[in-house]
């Protein structure tokens, strides 16, 4: 990797090329950073699949520009729909685009609001709805690019429950296949962490950040700590104020018939994953579930010997 990329004023995310106005001319080469950027997170996938286009810009979703990457494979046969977790971004999910690109699909991902290279204040949201309006935008926006209509989703994470809350309200026919990995609907600590943010809410903004290890891959876990620039360093409690909204009306849903694959680490301290996945599989009574032994929160950048237990039940599944 390179040591850093050097952001300056004209490498603004916010001045990149509307996806909306420009579509599939907006390919990689139209954003003079985006070749940095792309060795930088080493998705520079177009020196290693011929053929594809990479297209990299932005739309507006909810008040805010959202950095969109499409990775268009030729001759794909299916469409995937990449989500990622919260303090995550597109250039952390190396592994996933290539997995699918190596297994010939085309690859939709964006930033969510508040991460990477979209606009919006660091980490934070008021309401989860507004993650999964930017979800609805997205197809919009890449709705006429030629894509395979056949699409799957795969979710990391806070990903999760923005993708269940799209299946949830009228979405459960939208994706073949749905793909989630250590979803989110309680943390960890949340016995404390609630009842903290409803007193800490009138005096502070946001808390310090803790970089958690939920990777065995030591070298991911210091890239994130040191070298990533796209790193938010606090936890506004704006984000936990609306995911204190969102599990109550997650578990007011109905259920719905959507095929799932829940993947899930037995060393994960990030979520409460032994509540969580009875009330997921309550909602989703389609989902399957395979535990990885040993493995972390992380499950995307989870260390190979993980990661090979990973692909092989998503060789399964899909």
């Known amino acids: ?45 177009e020196e290693v699949y011929p053929g594809l286009r990479h297209l990299f ?3 507006t979703s909810v008040g805010e520009r959202i950095a969109m990457q499409v990775f268009m494979l030729p001759d794909a046969h299916s469409t995937a729909f ?28 964006y930033d969510l609001p508040g991460h990477g290279l979209s606009t919006g204040e660091r980490a934070a949201i008021d309401d989860f709805m507004r ?7 997205a197809f919009t926006v890449v709705a006429d690019f030629g894509l395979p209509e056949r699409k799957v989703g795969l979710a990391q994470s806070t990903g999760c429950a923005v993708l269940m809350s799209h299946l949830l309200s009228g979405g459960e026919h939208d994706f073949d296949r749905v793909v989630l990995l250590a979803p989110l609907l309680k943390p960890c600590d949340w016995w404390w962490g609630k009842p903290a943010h409803s007193v800490l809410k009138y005096f502070i903004h946001s808390l310090p950040r803790k970089f958690a290890d939920n990777s ?11 070298r990533d620039p796209l790193q938010a360093r606090s ?9 204190k909204k969102w ?8 259920p719905v018939a959507s095929s799932l694959l829940i993947l899930q680490g037995d060393q994960d301290e990030t ?9 997921i599989q309550a909602k989703f009574p389609n989902a399957g579930v395979v535990h990885i032994p040993g493995a972390r929160h992380h499950l995307a950048k989870e260390g190979e010997r993980f990661r090979e237990q990973l692909w092989q039940a998503c060789d399964d599944y899909l």
């Not at 993650?131 to 935008?137: A, E, G, I, M, T």
């Open 131 to 137: 993650y999964r309006q930017v979800l609805n935008d």
């Open 82 to 109: 990449v989500y990622h977790g919260y303090y995550d971004h597109v250039g952390l999910f190396n592994n996933v685009i290539n997995y699918f690109l190596k297994h010939g699909y085309s690859v939709v991902a």
């Open 247 to 254: 599990q109550p009306w997650f578990l007011r849903q109905p």
């Open 235 to 243: 936890l506004p409690l704006s984000w936990v104020g609306a995911l």
């Open 57 to 59: 810009g932005a739309f």
């Open 216 to 226: 065995d891959d030591q070298h991911f876990l210091a890239f994130l700590r040191e």
């Open 1 to 45: 990797m390179l040591a850093l990329i050097n952001w300056s004023p004209e490498l603004d995310p916010a001045s990149l090329p509307s996806l909306s106005d420009i579509g599939m001319t907006a390919g990689i080469d139209g954003v003079p950073w985006a070749q940095e950027y792309s060795h930088y997170y080493d998705i520079n996938f």
């Open 271 to 279: 979520v409460e994953w032994r509540y969580n996945l009875p009330r």
